[in-house]
C-alpha cells in the first residue's frame, strides 16, 4: 500500500497545483516513507516543492519530549534552514507571523484513532487558521492504527479543550483525511482543502485491522507510543491519565497496562469478569506487576493488569472495547473500596479548574457513572451505544476509504 506522502512523492500531476506557493509541513518523527526517510528530507529533496517552513505538535518534530505539558521551542532546522515553529510551545494555535510562513500547508501526522489524542485538535486549529488567511491546508493520509470501530461517550458541549477536539466518541474511527472534512463541516470553514489519499489501505482487514502490520514499520508518533497493541488499547488506558492509577509511564508497556501499590489486581480482574464479562471480550488480561521510573508511583511495586492484544488467536478487532474495559476496572475498585482516592486532581492540559478524568472523558458521565453504587454496567452501555451508532451515522458520508 502507499501512504498520502509516498503518493504525493511519486506524483508530479498531485503535486502541480502548489506551482509558485510556499509550502509548509507539519509533522512528527512518525512522518516517514516506507523506507523512513523523515517527510521533511523527501519534501526538501523535490525541485518543484519550494518548502518555506515547518510545524511540529505535541512533543515536537523531533518527538522529544517524553511527557504531557513539556513545550517545544521554536528553531532553525540546521539541515534546510527553515524555521520550525512549534504549535506546542508559547502557543497552540498557529500565530500571524507563522500563517505567513506559507501558502499551502502539508499536514502528514500518524494518528492513533482516539479523540484525546492531541494532533487531531493541532488539525482544527491549523483549518481554523487557515480559513482565516486564506490558506490552504492538504493532508496527506495515513492509516488509523485502530481502524474503524466506534467507542465511547460523545465530547458534551462546553467541553472543548485541547484534549477534546469536537463532539465525537473517544474512539472515532477516521483518518487524518477524513476528519479534516468533519472538522471543515461541523464548525462551517472556508478553504482550500485537499486529502492526497492512501491507495490499498484495508482497515478491515487482519492481521493489522488499519496498520499495515507486515509491510511497515513502527515509528512512535509520540514517544509513548511504542507498538500497535498501545494504539489498541489507547482509548481505553488514556483515561488512567486522569487517575491516581499509573499508565505504565516509566516501564516498557506503557498506556497497555495499569496499575498501583494498594491494588489487588487479581481481584480486580475477578470482579471484572464477574461485572460485566462482555466488555472483557477480544484480548487477554493478565495479573501483572511493575516498578514505574519515573511517574507516578516512581520507585514503588505496583500490582496491575496487561491487556494484551497481539495474539492473532485470542485478538477479536470488533470485539475488544478498550474504553468499556478501563471503565470496567474502574467500577470495580470502586466497589472495593469506595473510598478509594481514585480522580487525580492536578493541572491537566493547563485545566485547573475542571478534572481530567472530565476533560478526558468530554464530560462528567463516566465519573459519576464509576462512583455511583447503583450504577450498573447497563446504564453505561445505553448512554455509549446511543452515542456511537449516532457517530457511526454522521461520519459515514465523510469516510475515503
Known sequence: MLFGIERFLQSPELRAPLAGRRVALLAHPASVTRDLTHSLDALASLADVRLSAAFGPQHGLRGDKQDNMVESPDFIDPRHGIP???????????????????????????????????????????????????????????????????????????????????????????????????????????????????????????????????????????????????????????????TTLSEGRGTTRPLELFGAPDIDAHRLMADMQRLAPQWLMGCLLRECWFEPTFHKHVGQLCAGIQIHVDDPGYYQHQAFMPWRLQSLAFKALRLQQPDYPLWRDFPYEYEHDRLAIDLINGSTLLREWVDDAKACPGDLDTLALTDEQAWSEERRQYLLY
Open 84 to 242: 520550525v515553529f512549534s504549535l506546542y510551545g508559547q502557543v497552540r494555535r498557529p500565530t500571524d507571523a507563522m500563517m505567513d510562513s506559507f501558502d499551502v500547508l502539508l499536514v502528514d501526522l500518524q494518528d492513533l484513532g482516539c479523540r484525546i489524542y492531541t494532533f487531531i485538535t493541532t488539525l482544527r486549529y491549523v483549518l481554523e487558521a487557515a480559513a482565516w488567511h486564506g490558506k490552504a491546508v492538504w493532508v496527506l493520509d495515513r492509516p488509523n492504527p485502530a481502524g474503524r470501530p466506534v467507542e465511547g461517550l460523545t465530547l458534551r458541549p462546553g467541553w472543548e479543550s485541547f484534549v477534546g477536539a469536537g463532539p465525537m466518541p473517544m474512539r472515532h474511527g477516521m483518518t487524518m483525511g477524513e476528519l479534516g472534512h468533519w472538522f471543515i463541516a461541523h464548525l462551517g470553514l472556508d478553504l482550500e482543502y485537499q486529502v492526497i489519499r492512501m491507495e490499498g489501505w484495508q482497515p478491515d482487514e487482519g492481521p493489522g485491522f488499519g496498520w499495515p502490520l507486515l509491510e511497515r514499520s513502527w515509528v512512535n508518533p509520540s514517544p509513548n507510543a511504542p507498538n500497535l497493541s498501545m494504539a489498541r488499547a489507547y482509548a481505553g488506558t488514556v483515561m488512567l491519565e486522569g
